[in-house]
């Protein structure tokens, strides 16, 4: 069976930090963007990171650039979101996704073309 399974969510307090996990079961990650989303109830899903399988290059939004970092493993498996100085404003599960031959320039704002989607891991940013 082909899917993704997210995890690494939890409780944190403000300034602390995770390490999220997107494993790809049955397939590789080769020739996908990955992207990691997030979404609050009510809420449209936001891209917050992205990485492109073909040559690592990544992709953050202003709003978390220079505190999140997308990574890959050298078996193309397993994608890795870290996140640093966490905020309250953070707090959202959080999803990741795949879409072959993505860009992730477009990925990021646009969630709804994704191929794949784990089910999410829950993020929890509190005082």
């Known amino acids: 069976e082909v899917q993704l399974v997210d995890s690494g969510g939890g409780l944190v307090q403000p300034g602390g930090s995770l390490r999220l996990s997107c494993i790809a079961e049955g397939f590789t990650f080769d020739d996908y963007a990955i992207g990691w989303f997030h979404q609050v109830p009510g809420m449209e899903r936001e891209g917050v990171s992205c990485?492109?399988?073909?040559?690592?290059?990544?992709y953050y939004p202003d709003s978390v650039k220079g505190r999140f970092t997308i990574s890959s493993d050298n078996a193309k498996t397993t994608v890795y979101l870290e996140m640093n100085n966490l905020k309250p404003e953070d707090t959202a599960v959080y999803f990741c996704a795949a879409r072959l031959l993505g860009e992730c320039s477009i990925v990021v704002i646009n969630p709804y073309g994704m191929d794949y989607w784990g089910k999410g891991t829950q993020v929890t940013v509190f005082s």
């Open positions: 990485i492109s399988s073909d040559d690592g290059s990544t």
